[in-house]
C-alpha cells in the first residue's frame, strides 16, 4: 500500500512563496500528481511529475524526488485567491492498472 | 467549465430512500470514475469504469451501485444509506493511463450528499 503525508495547514502572505512538502512510500512508482481545490469545487489539475527534477508553469512549479520518496509544489507570488486546498496524489502501477491514492490535503491559507 | 458536469449538487435523503447520481463528461475521455470525500480524509476511490467495463470495485458497499452506460454517462445508484455515507461524491474522467506515464484526473464539482 501507499503512505502518504503532507501538512495539514499553511498560512502564507499575499505575494510571498509557499512550499507544500509531500512524502510518500510506494512501490510500482508511476508519477506524482498535485491537485487544487477551492471549497465547494472539483479538484483541477496543476502538474504531474514522473521524472525527478522540477517541472515549472507560470507561479506553480513541482518537484519531485523518487529516490528520496518527496516532492513539492512551489507557489509564488501568492494570490488571495491562490487560497485552497492542495492535494498531493501518487500513481502506482498495480496487477490491475494504475491505482491512484490521495493525501488528505494541504489547506493553504494566502492572508494580507 | 470544467468538462465534467454533475447533478444534482446537493442531495439530502432518508435511510429508505432511493436515489442517483448523475455524471457526464464531455472531453472524451474512456475512463469514468467515482470518488467519495469526506471531512479530515484523503479521496477514496470508489469505482472505475474503464471502455464502460468495471475494472476496480473498492470494496465499497452494495447499497452504492454503479452503472456505465456509455463513456459519456456514468450513474451511483443509492439505496437504504446510512448517515455515515453523507460526503462529498466527486466523478471523474480520464485518458487511458499507462503504466509508463499516467495521464491526470478531470474531476466534477461534486453532489453533497446528507443522509437523514
Known amino acids: 500500500g501507499q503512505n502518504i503525508d503532507q501538512p495539514t495547514e499553511m498560512t502564507a502572505t499575499e505575494g510571498a512563496i509557499v512550499q507544500i512538502n509531500c512524502t510518500y512510500q510506494?512501490?510500482?512508482?508511476?508519477?506524482l500528481f498535485w491537485y487544487q481545490q477551492h471549497a465547494g469545487e472539483a479538484p483541477t489539475f496543476l502538474s504531474y511529475?514522473?521524472?525527478?527534477g522540477l517541472e515549472e508553469k507560470g507561479r506553480f512549479s513541482s518537484f519531485l524526488s523518487r529516490s528520496k520518496g518527496y516532492s513539492y509544489l512551489l507557489l509564488k507570488e501568492l494570490q488571495m485567491k491562490d487560497s485552497a486546498s492542495y492535494l498531493c496524489?501518487?500513481?502506482?502501477?498495480?496487477?490491475?492498472?494504475?491505482?491512484?491514492?490521495f493525501g488528505t490535503g494541504t489547506q493553504l491559507k494566502v492572508e494580507l | 467549465e470544467t468538462g465534467v458536469t454533475q447533478t444534482p449538487r446537493h442531495l439530502v435523503m432518508g435511510m429508505t430512500n432511493k436515489k442517483s447520481l448523475k455524471c457526464e463528461q464531455h472531453?472524451?475521455?474512456?475512463?469514468m470514475y467515482w470518488y467519495k470525500q469526506s471531512a479530515k480524509k484523503p479521496l477514496e476511490l470508489m469505482f472505475v469504469?474503464?471502455?464502460?467495463?468495471?475494472?476496480e470495485n473498492n470494496s465499497v458497499p452494495s447499497r452504492f451501485s454503479p452503472e456505465c452506460p456509455n463513456s459519456s454517462h456514468l450513474f451511483l445508484h443509492l439505496h437504504t444509506l446510512q448517515p455515515e455515507d453523507s460526503a462529498l461524491y466527486l466523478c471523474?474522467?480520464?485518458?487511458?493511463?499507462?503504466?509508463?506515464?499516467?495521464?491526470?484526473?478531470?474531476f466534477g464539482n461534486g453532489t453533497r450528499l446528507t443522509v437523514t
Open positions: 510506494t512501490s510500482g512508482f508511476n508519477g
Open positions: 472531453l472524451g475521455h474512456n475512463a
Open positions: 471523474a474522467s480520464s485518458q487511458a493511463r499507462s503504466a509508463r506515464r499516467d495521464s491526470p484526473l478531470h
Open positions: 511529475n514522473v521524472l525527478d
Open positions: 496524489a501518487v500513481s502506482e502501477v498495480t496487477g490491475g492498472g494504475n491505482k491512484l491514492t
Open positions: 469504469y474503464s471502455l464502460e467495463e468495471r475494472v
